[in-house]
């Protein structure tokens, strides 16, 4: 019988000790204003999401769920013409733009998720590096943190879209609210 052996690196283990992800909220609310009763779906587009700005180590993969904890509804409200169904949508840009201007010509899509009264939360998650790897797998190991080791110049920033739309046909009239919560953490 003979045995086999293994060594694992946990990249995510190193980086958390020593750095750790700094997102920058750019833009975010996502307003879709005034809208008419049976009005129908009203959609705000990618150019007018909510945007995140993600800085990291450029070599590392971060992990993001965005969540709709509930969705869209009115105060004191519990059943389904109280709510309006939600369209939650996704996309990030990690090529090395110095801004969310010119990452917006970058994105790649996560996908989309509807959530409605029926359903109470609704997540979408991906994984990507903070810099968008040119091919083939990752690279080495990383070196130690050291005396006088400079953490800055492995530095990138990513950027994170949140849009979607929503739907009103037929729900009372009112002031619609929900939250998104994102969540980030390297792998």
Not at 68 to 75: H, M, N, R
Request: glycine share 8%; proline share 6%; with cysteine.
């Amino acid at each position: 019988m003979s045995n086999l052996y293994a060594q694992e690196i946990d990249f995510g283990d190193f980086s958390s000790r020593y750095t750790t992800i700094s997102p920058v909220l750019i833009q975010p609310n996502l307003d879709f204003g005034t809208i008419a009763q049976n009005q129908g779906v009203k959609e705000i587009e990618i150019t007018d999401a909510a945007i995140i700005e993600l800085e990291g180590i450029k070599y590392l993969d971060v992990l993001i769920d965005i969540e709709l904890l509930a969705p869209f509804d009115t105060d004191g409200c519990s059943n389904a013409n109280c709510t309006l169904p939600f369209t939650l949508k996704g996309a990030y840009s990690n090529f090395g733009e110095d801004s969310e201007v010119s990452a917006l010509n970058n994105t790649r899509y996560i996908g989309e998720t509807t959530i409605d009264f029926s359903q109470q939360t609704g997540v979408l998650s991906t994984q990507f590096p903070i810099l968008s790897r040119t091919s083939g797998p990752p690279g080495p190991p990383p070196t130690p943190v050291y005396k006088g080791y400079n953490l800055e110049v492995l530095k990138e920033s990513a950027y994170l879209f949140i849009y979607g739309s929503i739907n009103a046909s037929g729900q009372i009239s009112g002031t619609y609210s929900a939250d998104i919560q994102v969540t980030i953490y390297y792998d």
